[in-house]
């Protein structure tokens, strides 16, 4: 899993990556349309099917909720560029399809947006903000420190119960509701959150009274919580993978985070095109502004792209679950057992 460390890339090579990667960052209205077409008209029909066979199979119904949330991500990952303005060359419209995108996807647009540029523009720093836009961890030093009970409570949340299934209906359902960022320069974002808060509530009863409760309980909250779950493990692998970057703010440079701290997450070209290609996520971290239907077209086209990227599989990926702490001086995530192996080699020296 991965390529090299970061110490070991060519700093030349490195520069020369964001030029690259700027020759795609133009919007193409055609093919923002064709995905808008491709995404919505499948999740309305899937969702209509689900309710239809309500009646007839529970069971039929909830595996077409995990099929219909990949559709979900696509509308998701179309919020997600319109956050960027990179989705069309149209602020208004961005943010027009944007704020609809998120009444389905539950996902806050604007205050969310805002927390996910935060996380761009400090990803992989190791400093008291690093869980803004990002999953919490913490460092060998840092966990050591920890009371008793502060490291059961590390421990139980970044166990795999909690941080993939757990965590994610949590976090879409109620941490996303509320405005817990308190930082100058967040007043707009956090009463737009409560704006769409008030407005997902009366859409929503407005779907219970037209079509009964079971249309939201039976239909469209399980391929939330489907949906939930696929988006926080796409973004833990991309962010928490072996062989990650952190640093402190001091020492923290841009480039190193974007292509060192984030995965090309290599999958069959259906998957990646179920995901909005969110799986080139070095390209999209060099520049957030290059829309995900250029994504890949970007990476195949520069093939020193695919040289520098850490790229993972799915069954690799499967061993980004043990990765609990960031070892400093390895400069790679560790597991607890790991952990906890060092520290009774230390005790006996």
Known sequence: MGNLKYSQYDPAILQRLPAIVKAYQLPDSKKATIQILNSFLPFVAIWTAMYLLLDVSLWLTFLLAAVNAFFLVRIFIIQHDCGHQ??????????????ICSLISFMPYRYWAKSHNFHHGHNGILWEHRDIGDINLLTVKEFRQLSRLEKIRYIVFRSAPVLFIIGPVWYLLVHSRIPLINMKGWEHARRSLMKHNVLLLAVHLGIILLLGYEAFLLVHLPILVFFAIIAVWFFYVQHQH??????????????????QGSTYYKLPRLFHWLTGNIGYHHIHHLNPLVPNYELARCHHENPILDKVANKITFWQSLRCIFNKLWDEEQERMISFREYLRRRKLERRG
């Open 242 to 259: 072996e062989t990650t970057y952190k640093q402190w703010k001091d020492k923290w440079d841009y480039i190193r985070a974007a292509v």
């Open 86 to 99: 990179s989705f069309t060359t149209s602020r208004k419209a961005n943010d027009i399809i944007g704020e």
